[in-house]
């Protein structure tokens, strides 16, 4: 394969090590072939494309290899399939051979390793910057650093805060981000949801209550805003705060001072406020359910925060940051082949950041340690045509292949359906062209997969339950395309 750089083969068979050679020669494929015995840690430390695992004479010396290659991560490797249980928890191993070997898989299996390859093409350096920020303020794109400008403007003030943006986009990572890097980063950082918590219950959960100030008020309690003193206080959505506690929440923010409920001491607080909310705030005033002095009180330097679908060249480095943090957190890490980061970067991430580190979470409790190719990720995320790596049955022609699919794609699904209309359930007299009615209904369906899965072909084969490679020589077949 051109382009790609050696590959390193690894055979304990001197006569299938020939073998191999005299194979990759004749696909045009400059290579290397040693025995177990002649590996040793610089080797693998070179450049290469791939690795090739023949032969190996004992399972001490595949012992020997594979603690090399878990090393050396760097080579992606491929194996006969009879190594597969013992290579398939290296998380640069990209797929199996069948012998006896053809051209196509070897081929295809090869241009995975280069895909592999590739995968270093995503790495990005660390942001220089001369303070820690976490997980959402990650990134390179102008919008995020413009967050992260404005987040060290004002870190250094007093001024309040409202940071506005979707669901998921991290506004409560920019609120911890301000009070860590303010002077009041040693107090007290209280969060408070104020959409999660009942409108009969806010008042005492944000001021605290008296004994007996109610039923069940069996002692004093301290509330968020006392709990808060010399900190910093977050209220998290802020629009979902009902009109009553509004009004309360602005003489206090005024005032600097209020009542525990029950209570009549006034009680002095110095607290900073931060306030966030995914709610347009300014159509809320005009419908009356937010007050505009409230507002302005709150709106003294606001933060807006951009979805992930606005800075999604963000995303390679988003997924680098999540892993790392889960790998400390002790998980096994994983490892994501190109073509997956760029399907996932063709998602419009509804829940942003949360949604992609909850995607990240399940996928390292699946793949623990592995490659993550598209097809490893859940349906919605895949927006690649490309099938995993998978080598060919030699024992089925290709005409025997579109068959098999075919009987089996009619023996399940259109059964029942044809039983049941009975549409074809008697011969007429005159008989039928029976090739063309199945070309027919054949054509039909494919249309029908490629509608449902919006000419995604990878998709559309495994809903018909056939191979890519044989979708697309049907659509070339019947003269089909993506948008027919």
């Avoid at 299996?109 to 942001?127: I, N, T």
């Amino acid at each position: 394969m051109q382009g790609l750089a050696k590959t390193l083969v690894i055979d304990d068979d001197s006569q299938h090590r020939h073998d191999l050679s005299v194979i990759l020669n004749f696909v045009g494929e400059q290579h290397e072939a040693v025995s177990t015995g002649e590996v040793h840690s610089s080797l693998l430390d070179q450049p290469w494309g791939a690795c090739l695992l023949g032969k190996i004479s004992s399972p001490a010396a595949l012992n020997k290899i594979l603690d090399f290659l878990q090393i050396h991560h760097h080579v992606p490797v491929i194996a006969l399939s009879t190594h597969n249980s013992e290579v398939a928890g290296l998380p640069n191993y990209v797929g199996e051979l069948e012998l006896p070997l053809n051209y196509p898989q070897l081929t295809d299996a090869l241009r995975h390793c280069q895909e592999f390859l590739g995968k270093r093409s995503f790495h990005v350096p660390q942001l220089g910057r001369k303070n820690t920020l976490f997980r959402s303020m990650v990134g390179r794109s102008e919008s995020i650093s413009q967050v992260r400008h404005l987040t060290e403007q004002v870190s250094g003030t007093d001024a309040s805060v409202l940071i506005l943006g979707e669901s998921g986009t991290g506004k409560e990572v920019v609120a911890r981000n301000i009070h860590y890097h303010s002077s009041r980063g040693k107090g007290p950082f209280v969060p408070v949801n104020c959409g999660a918590i009942p409108p009969d219950l806010l008042e005492s959960e944000l001021f605290g209550h008296e004994k007996g100030a109610f039923t069940g008020a069996i002692a004093a309690r301290k509330g968020r805003f006392e709990l808060a003193e010399g900190g910093t206080l977050f209220l998290d959505e802020i629009g979902d705060m009902p009109m009553s506690m509004q009004v309360k929440l602005l003489r206090v923010l005024q005032e600097r001072c209020f009542e525990r409920v029950g209570g009549n001491k006034t009680i002095k607080v110095d607290v900073r406020i931060i306030a966030a909310t995914h709610r347009n705030l300014e159509e809320m005033i005009e419908q009356n359910k937010f007050r505009e002095d409230l507002y302005y009180r709150l709106n003294v330097f606001p933060i807006e925060m951009p979805a992930l679908r606005e800075r999604i060249e963000d995303t390679p480095l988003l997924l680098q940051e999540l892993l790392a943090r889960m790998e400390a957190e002790g998980a096994k890490p994983i490892h994501f082949t190109p073509r997956a980061i760029n399907s996932l970067m063709e998602h419009d991430w509804p829940g942003n950041v949360r949604e992609l580190a909850n995607l990240v979470e399940r996928l390292i409790i699946l793949y623990p340690g592995e490659m993550v190719d598209v097809n490893h990720l859940p349906m919605k995320y895949r927006y690649s045509d490309l099938p995993g790596f998978q080598p060919e049955d030699n024992s089925l022609s290709v005409e025997e292949q579109e068959r098999a699919a075919l009987a089996d794609m009619f023996s399940t699904t259109y059964e029942e359906e044809l039983d049941d209309d009975n549409c074809y359930s008697d011969l007429p007299p005159e008989g039928v062209n029976l090739k063309e009615m199945l070309a027919e209904l054949e054509i039909d369906m494919i249309r029908q997969a490629l509608d449902a899965q919006g000419g995604v072909v990878a998709r559309a084969a495994d809903m018909l339950g056939m191979r890519r490679t044989t979708l697309v020589e049907k659509m070339r077949k019947y003269g089909l395309n993506k948008a027919s």
